[in-house]
């Protein structure tokens, strides 16, 4: 039997009140603890707008000290250019308001923020700050992407045509030139004029298709201060007196893969951007340093591993925030007709891109802009070792018998004379079909087959692997205007000449694939 006497009226509520106040207590710890593992900001403000509560997340997401914080008004933490759309909370009883907006960063950056915002009936106004910068940047990147594959598509047709002109303008130039007449001597100067003409526009077609990403491409392992160190003279005459260059190395080991030629194009076109945006003068730095991607923090949509940056940084007038979308777009620019193309940086995006790398840029108007390339870190000893095999260019000519197979009768007969000028013999076809009866029926040696790609009945890609199969001992040099040589079909060392050609680089590419 319990003999104990049952508890005084007073001593029971005590006992209950205690019990109420302790699982209060653990209630509370219980969601304290949650909100503060909480990714999401989850925010607290008085009938002002101030604010009365935060969690951790504020701070690790924004970098402010929560106590600091508090007593603030909301809205002076949001993005000045946001601020107008700021719904404020609904009032008591009315439905949640959601709404995407930026965040100002301690750090100075902007955070994209979805924001639901609820009053309850109460009139306790509680908001949840979902981060979503990582998405909207994603989706950022992709349609920039689309839109300059688009374009780039484009691009890349016309100067597929232009090209085709090209190799028979300057062909017949050159025919000209070498032609023995005396009493054409005369116009040596005009014909002379229109090949210099020529070579501008397949500069201009050559640029078209960096911008398109297709551009034959030399990689070599290069050192970008040595590449920095021998245009010093070049960059300063281009930017004349008044504008100071500085380059400052972080970096001895800027070892990057990349085409020379085009790296220097890449410097040289965002060097004149910052001088053409400081008519008054000012400075250019020049930085190469080592840049680390960890796994998990993608930047400018490169995977996570080591890069070399190149800041080109000027004290000109910045860009506006509206144009900041545009710049890297071809024909995108603010100069007076006459002084800008808009293909500059459309041509630097293209090569970059095409080596494996990313650019972006940082300006706010009046405060100078810095454009940060991004390339994959490469070795000194890969250098060393691609500068032992190196070897010397071999001479052209020969005796040898090569099929040329192009649809374009205009560029078989440059071909045909350029070759035969060269001492092979030479065998046409307009098309595949064409091309394999020759094959077939020849009797005689045949040595090479030199092709085009796009072709109305049937692509050189079929042809060279049918060759590559039945016939793998003659050699194959491709023909090539868009930019194919980046297809993914092609096997690893294929030749490929790059239209437009002259007779001397037509010469040379026959005459080492025939002994390679
Ligand atoms: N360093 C810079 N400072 C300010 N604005 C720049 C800078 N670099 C580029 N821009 C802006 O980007 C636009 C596009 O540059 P881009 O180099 O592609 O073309 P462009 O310089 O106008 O012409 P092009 O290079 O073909 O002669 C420029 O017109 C300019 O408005
Ligand atoms: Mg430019």
């Not at 653990?26 to 593992?37: D, G």
């Not at 001597?185 to 397949?202: G, K």
């Not at 890069?307 to 860009?319: F, H, K, M, Q, S």
């Not at 023909?479 to 980046?486: F, N, Q, W």
């Amino acid at each position: 039997m319990n003999d104990r006497t049952p508890p005084e009226p007073e001593e029971l509520h005590a006992q209950v009140q205690h019990r109420l106040i302790e699982e209060l207590g653990a209630t509370e710890r219980r969601l304290r603890r949650l909100l503060e593992i909480l990714p999401e900001v989850a925010v607290q403000c008085d009938e002002r707008g101030a604010i009365t509560y935060l969690n951790e997340a504020w701070h690790s997401l924004l970098g402010y000290e929560v106590e600091d914080s508090k007593g603030e008004l909301l809205t002076t933490f949001i993005l000045e250019e946001d601020r107008d759309s700021w719904p404020g909370f609904p009032t008591p009883g009315e439905a949640d308001r959601e709404i995407l907006l930026r965040f100002q960063a301690m750090a100075g950056d902007a955070r994209w923020f979805r924001a639901t915002l609820r009053t309850t009936t109460e009139g306790e106004r509680t908001g949840l700050l979902h981060d979503v910068t990582y998405r909207i940047d994603l989706e950022h990147q992709l349609r920039q992407s689309q839109k300059m594959e688009a374009v780039g598509r484009l691009a890349g047709g016309v100067a597929h045509d232009f090209n085709n002109l090209l190799t028979v303008i300057i062909g017949a130039c050159e025919g000209l030139l070498s032609s023995p007449h005396q009493e054409e001597h005369s116009r040596r100067v005009e014909v002379e004029t229109v090949l210099q003409a020529a070579d501008r526009a397949t500069m201009l077609t050559r640029q078209l298709l960096a911008a398109a990403r297709r551009q034959l491409m030399s990689f070599r392992v290069l050192s970008l201060s040595v590449v920095i160190e021998e245009m010093g003279s070049i960059l300063e005459r281009l930017v004349g007196s008044g504008i100071t260059i500085e380059v400052d190395e972080q970096t001895t080991d800027g070892w990057v893969r990349a085409d020379p030629t085009h790296l220097q194009q890449v410097v040289m076109n965002l060097t004149v951007n910052a001088r053409d945006a400081m008519p008054e003068g000012g400075q250019i730095r020049i930085i190469i340093s080592n840049e680390e991607f960890p796994e998990g923090k993608r930047r400018t949509g490169l995977p996570p591993g080591s890069y070399v940056r190149l800041t080109v940084a000027d004290t000109g007038e910045g860009i506006a925030p509206e144009d900041l979308d545009q710049i890297f777009e071809p024909f995108f620019t603010t100069k007076d007709a006459g002084r800008g193309t808009g293909l500059g940086l459309a041509t630097t995006y293209g090569i970059i891109k095409q080596s494996g790398g990313a650019i972006d840029v940082e300006s706010r108007p009046g405060e100078g802009a810095s454009f940060h390339i991004y390339l994959p870190k490469a070795s000194e000893e890969e250098a060393v070792a691609e500068d032992e095999e190196q070897e010397a260019p071999s001479p052209g000519g020969g005796k040898e018998t090569i099929l040329v197979v192009d649809d374009d009768i205009m560029i078989r007969q440059l071909a045909l004379r350029m070759l035969t000028e060269g001492g092979y013999t030479v065998l046409e076809a307009s098309c595949v079909a064409e091309a394999r009866q020759q094959i077939e029926s020849h009797t005689g040696e045949l040595d090479l087959v030199m092709t085009d790609v796009v072709m109305p009945e049937g692509s050189g890609v079929e042809l060279v692997k049918w060759l590559s199969t039945e016939l793998p001992n003659i050699k194959v040099v491709v023909m090539s205007g868009l930019g194919e040589e980046a297809l993914d079909e092609w096997k690893d060392g294929t030749v490929f000449l790059e239209k437009p050609f002259r007779q001397s680089g037509l010469l040379e590419s026959v005459r080492s694939t025939l002994d390679s």
